[in-house]
Every structure is written in C-alpha cells, then in structure tokens.
C-alpha cells in the first residue's frame, strides 16, 4: 500500500516540477534586424570599413534591453538629418512587445561627417506567441529647410 501511494506521488510531482519550471523559466528568442539605409551609409566601425546590412541581437529574454553601435557616415555633399523607421516586423504582433530606439537627437550631419548611433532594443516583460522575430531598420538622410 506504501509503494503504491509513493508511486501515484512521485509522478504528481515530477508534473508540478515540470509546469512550474515551465512557468518561470527565461523567454528566449533570436532576432536578426535587416538595416537599409538611404542618403547615408551604416558601418560598424568608425574608420567606415564594414558596412552594416544586419543587426544580430543574439538570443534574448523577457524584459532584456540590448545595445549596439553604428556609424552614420554622410556620403553625400549636402547637409543632412536622419529619421528612423522600423518596418515589416515578422509576426506583426512582434511591434506590440518590441521596441526599437536610438539615441540620435537631431543633429545635422556634414558632407562626410560619421556619427556614433546607439541602437536599442527593448523587449517587454509579456510572454509572446512567438519565438523568432524579425524587422527592417530604415536610416534615411534628409535635407532640412532652414
């Protein structure tokens, strides 16, 4: 009778180890952000030798803050500004968990001037439905009326 009540428990408890352990083990999820630039060019080193085309954020977890840094480089012969816009997100719901940022504050760029921007991104704390995610981050150079 003892054997038989340690082996209805032991099974119980492997199951409620399982489902807990389930419920608050790490979230992780791989990204790579495609980066497309227009008017200006994105290196990953100042001396602007190795174009930037991807972001690769490695693996992430809930409520992970992740930071790299690109060189801007005004190609042109112009003055310019920079905008940014994050597009195509892969699933869509990804744009509700996921947030991008940079610390670029408005600047004007000179005719072959290169600039440090930071990029950031946020993932939230909310479990999501998916565990690969992916997004293009458009850099466009503009001129700005004066």
């Avoid at 032991?10 to 409620?16: E, H, R, W």
């Avoid at 399982?18 to 083990?25: E, G, M, N, S, Y």
């Avoid at 977890?61 to 940014?84: D, F, P, Q, S």
């Avoid at 440090?116 to 993932?123: C, R, S």
């Amino acid at each position: 009778m003892r054997v038989a009540k340690i082996l209805l428990i032991v099974p119980f408890c492997l199951i409620l180890a399982l489902a807990i352990f389930a419920l608050t083990a790490p979230w992780h999820f791989r990204n790579f952000g495609v980066v497309k630039t227009v008017g200006i060019t994105a290196y990953w080193t100042s001396n602007c030798t190795s174009p930037v085309t991807q972001v690769d954020w490695g693996v992430l977890t809930l409520g992970e803050a992740k930071t790299v840094t690109i060189y801007i480089r005004n190609e042109g012969n112009t003055h310019v500004n920079l905008t940014m816009n994050v597009e195509n997100w892969n699933p869509p719901e990804a744009a509700n968990l996921i947030t991008l940022n940079w610390n670029y504050t408005g600047q004007k760029l000179q005719p072959n001037m290169t600039l440090p921007i930071a990029l950031t991104l946020t993932v939230g704390n909310e479990p999501p439905s998916f565990s690969n995610f992916s997004f293009e981050i458009w850099i466009t150079a503009y001129e700005k009326e004066e």
